[in-house]
């Protein structure tokens, strides 16, 4: 249980922590969170990040963080749609690492295993793939629904959007992250003599 805890105030915590500072971006350019695709989402980083570290406890963390985004920062009060596509976002990392799995690339510790969670390019295979189930599931949802959040029915440019952007927005927080923390992780052992 304190694992769970100490997992899901972090995952809260980092993905609510992105879904600020990308929501300040959007309004220094004078536009609002919508639905239509952003092309810089950086709170894509946070569900990749938190599944591949933390597991799947942190799918709670990560959904309530999506939804208390918009809630706070945008006054937008859920409706069933929305609490809906929000689910469909942060599944869509787990759904990525189940096919990966499935095709013979299981998420592991060691050199050996298919997918390493210390190797970047494995990292940046899963940013990709859980990206193209975002895009092509949450716009799939948003014209079964005929949810018209911006007026107009999704489309290639919308999907592509939603795609490009995930992964733009993840490659900028795991750069941003790698640049901060490498000086922490190289710094050189001193001697316990």
């Not at 050199?111 to 189930?133: C, D, E, G, T, W």
């Amino acid at each position: 249980m304190k694992y769970f805890l100490s997992v899901s105030a972090t995952s809260f915590t980092f993905s609510f922590t992105l879904w600020i500072i990308w929501s300040y971006f959007l309004m220094q350019a004078n536009l609002n969170p919508s639905w239509d695709g952003s092309l810089i989402y950086l709170p894509h980083a946070a569900r990749v990040l938190c599944l591949v570290y933390f597991g799947y406890k942190s799918i709670p963390a990560l959904y309530l963080a999506e939804i208390s985004g918009p809630l706070v920062f945008g006054s937008v009060i859920p409706d069933p749609q929305m609490l809906f596509l929000a689910m469909v976002s942060v599944l869509s990392v787990p759904f990525a690492l189940f096919v990966l799995s499935i095709m013979g690339f299981s998420l592991g510790h060691t050199r050996q295993s298919p997918l390493n969670k210390r190797n970047y390019r494995h990292i940046a295979l899963i940013v990709m793939v859980s990206a193209m189930f975002n895009a092509l599931l949450v716009n799939l949802v948003l014209a079964e629904f005929d949810v018209n959040y911006f007026g107009k029915t999704p489309d290639v440019i919308q999907v592509a959007r939603f795609f490009v952007g995930d992964i733009l927005g993840a490659a900028t927080v795991i750069v941003v992250l790698a640049v901060t923390f490498r000086p922490l992780i190289s710094r050189p052992k001193g001697n316990s003599d």
